[in-house]
Every structure is written in C-alpha cells, then in structure tokens.
C-alpha cells in the first residue's frame, strides 16, 4: 500500500540539540512538505520542495534545515536555533497539479526540555 | 496576506446535520480543500472546491462561493466518529508555488 511514514511518533529532546524527524513516501509525489502544528494555530509551513535537489523556506523556517536527495526522503532537522521546538510536526506530499491534495504522514510529537 | 476563518468548536448529536463555515481573504485563489483530523493523528482529505458550488460525497457536502470568500462543510447523519477536528485550508499562487494556507479547524464534538 502506498502511504507517507514519518517515524519516530514520540521524540524526546534536552534543550540545545538538534534532532531530526524522518520522512518517507511511496506514492511517487514530487512534492513534500513540512507543518508545525500548535494548539489553538493552523497548521505552519516549514519547508516544502517541489523536485529533488531543491526546496523552499515556509513561512517559519528559522531553526529548521531539510534536505532532499532522493525523491521519497524529505527528512527535516529541528536545530538548537529554534526557539519554541515542542510541537507537533506533519509531514505531507502531493503531485504538483493544482487540485492535488496534500497526503499527510501520521506525525511526530517533539518534546524538548 | 492570507486569512482564514472557521469556528473554534461545534457540538452536534448523532444522527443530526452540522455545517461548519469557512471564510477567507487571499489573493490568486485556486481552491478549497478540506480535512478531517482525530487528535493526534494525520489529517485526512475530505473534498476540495475551485468552482462555485456543492461537491457531494456520501454523508459529507462541500460548497464554496468565490464571490464571498466562503465555504461550508456539511455532515449528515451524524456518527459519533465523527467527531474530530476539521481543517479548511486554501490553496493560493504564491510565487508560482501553489500554496495551501490552513485555518485553525473546527473541533466537533458529537453526543449520543
């Protein structure tokens, strides 16, 4: 079955490292993405890429990297520079016509203290 | 800027009908979409608009009027797994990326 896996579900940090949460798709969608998601907030776009080899900043990207070298791989890298890291964090791909919907990885809960 | 609207929680009983609305502000709209999500889980595609109208699948409509800047999520038959969250969010060109914009969702709780 097709599907978006991002693993770990629960992640637990001390204050001043940087972790990485995986990202993993089979559904051969070009684009990937990034969200936060807050309590009592929208969901936030991080990062997104369009293609391998390329991605943009979202609209809160400071404190966060990403990589994209391979076309199902879209793992993102929480740094000690973000300030408010605890979250939940989805990941998402889509095709990239204009009607496709976003295809959402079951999550990872980040705690740091 | 963007600008998305939808109540904060509804609560409805089973086998009744809810509609949740969504009003929003955005330049260069190319469709409405909407998703379903149970606390801590993935949100899940419902419907998507970018005509004017209803989009019906099963228990659940979707309408949308680009004129007003609105749309509605509607539930029929309500069942008690339907209680959830739900997320409007817009698609708009943003820099030739077509960008999804996502309102704070509609916590909907569902009695017996």
């Known amino acids: 079955d097709g599907g978006i896996t991002q693993s770990p579900k629960y992640l637990f940090r001390k204050e001043g490292q940087n972790v990485t949460l995986s990202c993993e798709q089979n559904?051969?969608?070009?684009?990937m993405y990034w969200y936060r998601q807050d309590p009592g907030q929208g969901l936030r776009l991080i990062y997104y890429?369009?293609?391998?080899?390329?991605?943009q900043k979202g609209d809160i990207a400071e404190g966060y990297s990403v990589s994209r070298e391979k076309k199902e791989s879209f793992p993102l890298t929480v740094t000690s520079a973000q300030k408010n890291p605890t979250a939940f964090y989805l990941c998402?791909?889509?095709?990239?016509?204009?009607?496709?919907?976003?295809?959402f990885g079951n999550g990872t809960r980040l705690t740091v203290t | 800027g963007q600008n998305i609207d939808q109540p904060t929680e509804m609560t409805a009983t089973e086998g009744a009908i809810v509609q949740i609305n969504c009003t929003y502000q955005?330049?260069?709209?190319?469709?409405l979409f909407w998703y379903q999500q149970h606390a801590g889980e993935a949100p899940t595609f419902l419907s998507y608009?970018?005509?004017?109208g209803l989009e019906e699948k099963g228990r659940f409509s979707s309408f949308l009027s680009r004129s007003k800047g609105y749309s509605y999520l509607l539930l029929k038959e309500l069942q008690m797994k339907d209680s959830a969250s739900y997320l409007c969010?817009?698609?708009?060109?943003?820099?030739?990326?077509?960008?999804?914009?996502f309102g704070t969702g509609t916590r909907l709780l569902v009695s017996p």
């Open positions: 998402a791909s889509s095709r990239t016509d204009h009607n496709s919907p976003l295809h």
């Open positions: 559904l051969n969608h070009d684009a």
């Open positions: 890429s369009q293609i391998v080899n390329d991605f």
């Open positions: 955005t330049s260069g709209f190319n469709g």
């Open positions: 608009n970018v005509l004017d």
């Open positions: 969010a817009v698609r708009s060109m943003n820099t030739g990326f077509q960008k999804l914009v």
